[in-house]
């Protein structure tokens, strides 16, 4: 079954730098989309980032555009958000996210605060 697995988020101070993982199982990586969303809590979950199926093309929500950057490995299955001059607006809960069949896929999420 699809399986996707985020690491790397935490803590980190306004203007610093975080770099999530997602390790997907279960499907072909290299012939999907795939995505990163977040969400806060009391509000609807936002798309981020999301990069195709190569890695040749890249789109950005505006609120992270110049500072984000989404990239994949399709030799070992991991897709990647480099998070820079965070700010605390950025503090999200973070889910990687692929859609299969009709059907959407969507990881655990991980913590991201920024804070001073």
């Known amino acids: 079954q699809v399986q996707l697995v985020e690491s790397g988020g935490g803590l980190v101070q306004p203007g610093g730098s975080l770099r999530l993982s997602c390790a997907a199982a279960?499907?072909?990586?290299?012939?999907?989309?795939m995505n990163w969303y977040r969400q806060v809590p009391g509000k609807v979950r936002e798309l981020v980032a999301r990069?195709?199926?190569?890695?040749?093309?890249?789109s950005y929500a505006g609120s992270v555009k110049g500072r984000f950057t989404i990239s994949r490995n399709n030799d070992n299955n991991t897709l990647y958000l480099q998070m820079n001059s965070l700010k605390p607006e950025d503090t999200a809960v973070y889910y990687c996210?692929?859609?299969?069949?009709?059907?959407?896929?969507w990881g655990q999420g991980i913590q991201v605060i920024v804070s001073s």
């Open positions: 990069i195709s199926s190569t890695g040749g093309i890249t």
């Open positions: 996210n692929v859609y299969i069949h009709l059907a959407n896929y």
């Open positions: 279960g499907f072909t990586f290299s012939t999907y989309g």
